[in-house]
């Protein structure tokens, strides 16, 4: 009887609910994926694109010819002495910007999150805003005309765009972090800078790391195609080797970089898991 009569109590709460809810979601759902629909068909419209045409056959034997002249790659011992030289080059490009940013950015952190004062948290996250704000690609090219080509215009390239990026993340990793262990350090008599070091950096720190890997994780791929505009590495190297037309050399730089890709990425991982396990 308690069965029978909790079953009917069930019933009248879900009739007293209805589905008219639940329809009215499904017709919203509908609706915008109508409109997400018809504003795709539009875009392809308005720009005249055609996706059926990279399957006629004439696309792609094209497609396939083309890919067909970056193999066999060269792997000639000349060759691959070079590639080497770039690949170290690009990582250390990557390497020291990514490092250099980091510093910076620790420094830039506190105006950031307003240990200063107000006026200094605006100039701070005004120069921030402004750093990251211009592509790394556009940072390059002014930073060729400065410096001239080679490793140095894309060091100073990154390390520029990286230092707006990394300075709004520290700032406001520092201005979430709870203020109590600084304050009982200060209660204590201790000054700001000996409370910022003993009591708030190594509690960010963590965090820190893991934007910084990631960073430079990010700033490995823009290393390679900083190249492009004559900033050294990798990118270069490709470039050069496709305005001349030798494709086999130019698959044996697009392999170094994969290979660079998936090393950095392995030691990233790496090092997150020994922060992991120091942590606990």
């Known amino acids: 009887m308690k069965i029978q009569a909790n079953s009917e109590a069930i019933k009248t709460v879900i009739h007293s609910i209805g589905t008219e809810p639940a329809r009215l979601y499904c017709i919203r759902c509908l609706i915008t994926l109508g409109l997400i629909l018809g504003l795709t068909v539009l875009s ?14 004439e696309a792609l034997s094209s497609l396939f010819g ?6 066999p790659p060269d792997l000639s011992d000349d060759f691959l002495r070079k590639i080497g030289a770039g690949f170290l080059e690009t990582i250390a490009i990557s390497a020291l910007a990514t490092l250099t940013a980091a510093v910076l950015s620790i420094g830039l952190a506190l105006p950031v999150a307003g240990r200063f004062g107000l006026p200094a948290k605006v100039v701070a996250r005004f ?5 990251r704000s211009v592509p790394e690609l556009v940072w390059a090219v002014l ?19 990286t230092t707006g990026v990394l300075g709004r993340l520290f700032g406001e990793t520092l201005e979430n972090y709870p203020p ?6 200060t209660l204590s008599g201790a000054g700001p ?24 994780e990010m700033n490995i791929r823009m290393a390679t195609i900083l190249g492009f505009v004559g900033a050294g590495g990798l990118g270069q190297m490709l470039f050069y080797e496709l305005s001349l037309l030798r494709e086999p050399k130019a698959s044996t730089v697009i392999i170094a970089m994969l290979l660079l890709v998936f090393l950095v990425d392995a030691i ?8 992991m396990h120091n942590l606990g």
């Open 44 to 57: 392809f419209m308005y720009l005249s694109l055609n996706p059926a045409a990279l399957f006629t056959s």
């Open 66 to 71: 083309f890919v067909g002249r970056f193999f």
């Open 127 to 131: 120069m921030c805003n402004f750093l």
């Open 143 to 161: 930073m060729v005309l400065a410096v001239g080509l080679g490793p140095f215009a894309g060091t100073l390239a990154l390390t520029l765009h």
């Open 180 to 185: 109590a262990a600084s304050n009982a350090l």
């Open 193 to 216: 800078i000996d409370a910022f070091l003993y009591a708030t950096f190594p509690g960010i720190a963590p965090q820190l790391l893991s934007y910084s890997l990631y960073r430079w």
């Open 268 to 275: 990233s991982n790496r090092l997150r898991r020994i922060q």
